[in-house]
């Protein structure tokens, strides 16, 4: 086994993922929605509501019945 100071799949602990444009379909297989993405899926719901944040809905009244 060879000891290395960066990992040759990520290039841990550079601060950037390791990627290069030579390696298109390495990129597929690790690139953004590959995994959970457990924070990043909620943000574009947030997004479409402009961020809000500590607000509530507004009460809605019944409708009355129209005879």
Known sequence: MVW???CASCG???AK????????KAKR???TGTGRM??????S??????FRENTAAKKRSKPTAEA
């Open 29 to 31: 297989r690790k690139t």
């Open 38 to 43: 457990r924070y990043l899926k909620e943000v």
């Open 17 to 24: 993922i390791r990627s290069y444009e030579w390696g298109q």
């Open 4 to 6: 290395t100071k960066a």
């Open 45 to 50: 719901r947030r997004f479409k509501n402009g």
């Open 12 to 14: 841990y602990p550079s």
